[in-house]
């Protein structure tokens, strides 16, 4: 059984960061999802088992980055410039194999979710 498990959440004034972990072992396609209250999720951003591909959701790009350090089995969102709308449970998650994806669909393993709160 695949567990994933974020840290990294917190309150944060708006034009402040936040870096968000996720520990995952194995070979795994990973991305990041939050969800607002009375929202549906959403994809935020996605990587590669390489690193070499990253996509990111018009809303963050600019200002959020996605990476991953393999040899610690961890992947990271780092937040810049936050924003209220930023507010939202956020979510790591990852499936088998090589490719890259946003579709929420596709991914097979999640996380318990880590709350991020952005006061303005």
């Known amino acids: 059984q695949v567990q994933l498990v974020e840290s990294g959440g917190g309150l944060v004034q708006a034009g402040g960061s936040l870096r968000l972990s996720c520990a995952a072992s194995?070979?795994?396609?990973m991305g990041w999802f939050r969800q607002a209250p009375g929202k549906a999720r959403e994809s935020v951003a996605a990587i590669s088992w390489s690193g070499s591909s990253t996509r990111y959701a018009s809303s963050v790009k600019g200002r959020f980055t996605i990476s991953r350090d393999n040899t610690k089995n961890t992947v990271y969102l780092q937040m810049n410039s936050l924003k209220p709308e930023d507010t939202a449970i956020y979510y790591c998650?990852?499936?088998?194999?090589?490719?890259?994806?946003?579709?929420?669909?596709?991914?097979?393993?999640w996380g318990q979710g880590t709350q991020v709160t952005v006061s303005s």
């Open positions: 998650a990852g499936f088998r194999g090589g490719g890259i994806s946003t579709a929420e669909s596709d991914y097979e393993y």
């Open positions: 194995g070979r795994y396609a």
